[in-house]
T-cell receptor, first 119, second 113 residues
Framework: AQKITQTQPGMFVQEKEAVTLDCTYD???????LFWYKQPSSGEMIFLIY??????QNATEGRYSLNFQKARKSANLVISASQLGDSAMYFC????????????????FGQGTILTVHP | ETGVTQSPTHLIKTRGQQVTLRCSSQ?????VSWYQQALGQGPQFIFQ???????GRGNFPPRFSGLQFPNYSSELNVNALELDDSALYLC????????????FGPGTRLTVL
């Protein structure tokens, strides 16, 4: 079974500073996908970034980058130049890939980290 | 491009009642997944529908059931509601394939009294 662990219930960061949100995972699968989502108070889950288990380079999307360390089974999210609008709940998630290599839809989520950006 | 929509946005029911939640997938997406998110928790996978058939199920009892229609929209039905069913229900649509992201709707907040 897959498991995602986010050990930081809450994080605080000053506006314009960088922040790292931790995520470790556990799986026996060789092929898997890792995702980060942002959930503002409105409730909608917003996709931020994706890392495939066979991707050799760390994923980047604008101000978001994923620090993928496969041997340590960690997939930390780095947000650079924090903005007030980044204040939200952040979830790390893992997706199973079935035996045929296609993506089976189940996402396993962690407990989340609440990020608060101070002016 | 129309995003994922869900209805209703809020719903209040009493124990023992039945509820139907609806989801319209994003244009071009043929797969719909449903998640339950209790307050302060991460979402939990309920099930996924692909080509009108259930394509995987999480650890939820049979009173949670679903449908997918030819236009790929979907329904989540919950029978015999319990207090613990109070949660945000999220629908996500995607295509099939390695690494594709799931696009989430705004959710339906269900309160069971």
């Amino acid at each position: 079974a897959q498991k995602i662990t986010q050990t930081q219930p809450g994080m605080f960061v000053q506006e314009k500073e960088a922040v790292t949100l931790d995520c470790t995972y556990d799986t026996s699968d060789q092929s898997y996908g890792l995702f980060w989502y942002k959930q503002p108070s409105s409730g909608e889950m917003i996709f931020l970034i994706y890392q495939g288990s066979y991707d050799e380079q760390n994923a980047t999307e604008g101000r978001y980058s994923l620090n993928f360390q496969k041997a340590r089974k960690s997939a930390n999210l780095v947000i650079s130049a924090s903005q007030l609008g980044d204040s939200a709940m952040y979830f790390c998630a893992m997706r199973e890939v079935n035996a045929g290599g296609t993506s089976y839809g189940k996402l396993t989520f962690g407990q989340g980290t609440i990020l608060t950006v101070h002016p | 491009e129309t995003g994922v929509t869900q209805s209703p946005t809020h719903l209040i029911k009493t124990r023992g009642q039945q509820v139907t939640l609806r989801c319209s997938s994003q244009s071009g997406h043929n797969t719909v997944s449903w998640y339950q998110q209790a307050l302060g928790q991460g979402p939990q996978f309920i099930f996924q529908y692909y080509r009108e058939e259930e394509n995987g199920r999480g650890n939820f009892p049979p009173r949670f059931s679903g449908l997918q229609f030819p236009n790929y929209s979907s329904e989540l039905n919950v029978n015999a509601l319990e207090l613990d069913d109070s949660a945000l229900y999220l629908c996500a649509s995607s295509t099939q394939g390695r690494g594709v992201e799931q696009f989430f709707g705004p959710g339906t907040r269900l309160t069971v009294l």
